[in-house]
């Protein structure tokens, strides 16, 4: 009997989505580890004795840690437009999360899971979706063949807008009083897997822990009763739940003898609020919703056993943009042109192949606030701080402390004028509820 990883290939094959010389078991497993709220300076790897992440932390260890990952929005929705799409979420609307709340990420973007899928790729989304709540805007719209999770926000213990599309594409409630997000997306992730062995395989898990509202198990609250802090506590209980959960997804991967052929990011999707949940950025000025660098620099790591270095850090300056062309040239396809992505293929960076930068250079804008980051130089207007134009060395400032606008005149003009012509060629934002200013500067929008 014909085994079933070369039936899938023929079949394939013969639908015109995949040569048929090429194997699935050339191509690698995906597993993408999106956490919510995180902050920067929260996981063990980054620094935080305060609560063990030993499962993320073992991908840092077996992986590339990288010191100077970015994502290209500063919250929720936003994030999670770049990462699917490859794209600057602002080059087609996506500014701000009322977009998804009333909308969704434009009909027209084609999604990492769309790319995977046309290579023959088993494709899941496990978690927070926040990319749009109609039906045509759902997961299982946008490439994906299986989704388990949340609309957009909701509680932990009786999440709202939840689906299974096991059994319907419906909106329905939980009816078990023990279910747990963190701890049923790993349960289910794990479930998937095993169903999906035999084929290559797309795991997008975006938990929305460390989200408020603040909620965790007791087995988890055990854990830290040394913190009387009460919601610190509650913090360090939810982050040790989501490092379980990463660590029960890992453990399936090498159960089944799959690791060396797996490619895994963690990466957060956007600083942490550290007023609202205690989640801290380190020595990062700025929280999330900001353009100082607590906004958009957050924990990034991946591994690829036997592939890329393991134990490595890397300072070049990255991006969620990047991990979409990743990907995808891993899987034997090819990104074009015409896709338009603003991300790199990140391997012969990482392997050491090619010695340059990632990106020169890298744009936000929200609203009012926006940074440009050129080499080490960052010009940033952020809440929080003068209004005007600041400029910093983040080669040797890493915490924004020193505003160097007023003795690099020159320096300021330059990079302001590579954010305005990057901003001109972005599309005005798609919310109707935009913030007073937004997409106003630079010149007229593009879509």
């Known amino acids: 009997m014909m085994p079933r990883a070369r039936l899938l290939t023929l079949l394939v094959a013969l639908l015109g989505l995949l040569p048929p010389s ?28 305060q609560i063990p992440t030993p499962h993320i932390d073992a991908i840092a260890r077996e992986g590339v840690r990288f010191t100077n990952g970015y994502v290209a929005a500063t919250y929720c929705s936003p994030s999670r437009a770049g990462l699917l799409t490859g794209r600057y979420p602002t080059r087609f609307g996506h500014e701000f ?26 494709t899941a989304c496990i978690g927070k979706w926040h990319l749009g709540g109609g039906l045509e805007y759902r997961p299982t719209r946008r490439g994906f063949d299986e989704f388990y999770g949340t609309l957009a926000n909701a509680p932990f213990f009786h999440p709202t807008n939840f689906v299974d599309s096991r059994i319907s594409d419906d909106v329905r409630p939980v009816a078990d009083p023990a279910f747990y997000t963190t701890d049923a997306y790993a349960e289910r992730a794990v479930d998937w897997i095993e169903r999906s062995r035999d084929r290559p395989w797309f795991l997008y898990l975006p938990f929305n822990a460390q989200h408020a509202p603040l909620q965790a198990p007791k087995k988890y609250l055990d854990r830290f009763s040394g913190i ?58 700025g929280f999330k919703m900001t353009t100082f660098e607590g906004g958009p620099r957050v924990p990034f790591v991946a591994r690829w056993k036997g592939r890329w270095p393991a134990g490595k850090v890397y300072d070049f300056p990255v991006l969620n943009l990047d991990v979409l062309p990743t990907v995808v040239a891993a899987a034997g396809g090819k990104p074009e042109a015409s896709w338009r992505l603003d991300g790199v293929d990140l391997a012969p960076f990482v392997a050491g192949a090619n010695p340059a930068r990632p990106h020169q250079t890298l744009f936000w804008r929200y609203g009012p606030q926006w940074a440009v980051r050129h080499g080490d130089l960052k010009l940033v207007v952020s809440k929080g701080g003068s209004g005007k134009p600041e400029l910093y060395d983040l080669s040797k400032d890493i915490g924004e402390t020193r505003d160097l606008a007023a003795v690099q005149p020159a320096r300021v003009r330059e990079l302001q004028a590579l954010w305005d012509k990057w901003s001109a060629e972005q599309a005005e934002p798609s919310a109707p509820d935009a913030p007073a200013g937004a997409g106003k500067k630079g010149g007229k929008k593009k879509r």
């Open 22 to 49: 090429v194997s699935f078991a050339a191509r690698p497993n995906v597993v993408i580890f999106f956490a919510d709220d995180l902050g920067w300076g929260e996981l063990g790897c980054q620094g935080n004795p």
């Open 97 to 122: 999360n009322s977009v998804a709340n009333r909308s969704g990420l434009r009909l027209d973007q084609t999604t990492i899971a769309d790319r995977l899928r046309s290579l023959g790729y088993a």
């Open 228 to 285: 009387t802090d009460e919601k610190r506590r509650i913090f360090a209980a939810m982050l040790s739940s989501m490092d379980d959960a990463v660590g029960r997804v890992m453990g399936k991967v090498k159960a089944l003898g799959q690791e060396d052929n797996t490619i895994v990011f963690f990466i957060a999707d956007n600083g942490g609020p550290t007023q609202s949940t205690t989640s801290g950025n380190g020595a990062l000025r």
